[in-house]
């Protein structure tokens, strides 16, 4: 291994090509259809190479041995990487490696949905114990509840992982049935009546997942495949469940412990059937900027069901955070609005989010977790990516800083 280019690595240099010619980017980002709430866009910013760069080193200053992002559409692609995908090997961060996608997998499970919606197998305000009788305590928790987290099911995960790495431990090679993970919630009070609150929970995605392979008599592997991965051609991007390796070039994922000073858990390998259809995807940056920008252009879903997945509530005070189905949406500081998911799971922080005229799509990814800061700084390449905008530097990176030049001296 070259290790010159580990030491500058190790520095935090950041890596960034323009691969192809980038225009000047005046196209405006409104687009025909129902937006839900959004406002109306202005022209959209060009993206800013050196905010990207300063997003990716806070976050390998905040902590997280890699990060990159893609940004992907009609100004050509930007790659961008700072750290390693593997601390043993010190293989360099690479654009084009797969990872854990976590959550962003739920967007894909209501994609599925939504697309069973429309050949009407499942209506979207029916009872779920309509189609999985006796299942959930209350009838009156709708499929529409569970895609909108607005079920009121509580979400076992807190309890499973409230020790990170003892809980992690516990489960990384267990497999879970759907009906196992249903009954570690219903196991706790319930968080709200049906309808009335957002509070995020993976057991609405688990049960969609359930949906989806009651309805298909196909589990929701061959559903992906068939709807999603094989017509947008996403050939890397896999449901493996539960297979626990990462196949083809890929980042390791560390975990990082609760104490300060342990060392970091390398959470490559798990099945992840704590999640499954919440989410146990894998995928790369180039597929799911391919996926958030087919998504939001209507190539997965007819024009009425994409507005309802694109109708949001609220999901904090600050009015710029929103979940519709199985989708989040957010308002930058430029007034763009983007949608996308993100994903956390053990190792992987992910960001993938698209214009709503699909023109521009980003996905970056840290490969650390329970770690916040490190979440939030790789979050400034939203700003970098889609206002052009630089994020202030952290307290870690200007440390990191000065540590890098006095190592260098
Ligand atoms: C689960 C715990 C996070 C992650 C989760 N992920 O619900 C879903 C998502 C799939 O939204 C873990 N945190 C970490 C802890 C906290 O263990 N004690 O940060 O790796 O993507």
Redesign the pocket.
Known sequence: MNTSLNRRLAAGTVFLAVVAGVAPATAAQAAPGSTGSAHAAPSLPAPDDAALAAALENTRAAGAPGAMARISGRDGVRNATVGVRDTVTGAPMDTDARFRI??VTKTFSAVVLLQLVDEKKIDLDAPVNHYLPGLLPDDRITVRHLLTHRSGLADY?NAM??D?VA??EAVRNKVFTYDELVKLSLSEPRTAEPGVSYQYS?TNFVVVGMLIEQATGHPVAEEYEQRIIEPLKLDHTSYVHPDTQIEGMHAHGY?TP?QAGLPLVDSTEQTVSW?RS??AMISNAADLNTFTSALVTGRLLPAPLLDQMLTMTPTDATNTRFYGLGLRRYDLSCGTSVYGH??????FYTYAFSTRDGGRSLTAMANT??RGAANSALGGTLEAAFCGKRPAPTAAAATAATAATDGAL
Do not use: P, R, Y
């Not at 993100?342 to 190792?347: A, I, K, N, P, R």
């Open positions: 976590g959550s995960t992982f409230d990170t809980g992690f993976n975990l609760d999640a919440a989410g993100t994903g956390t799971v053990q190792g977790s329970n």
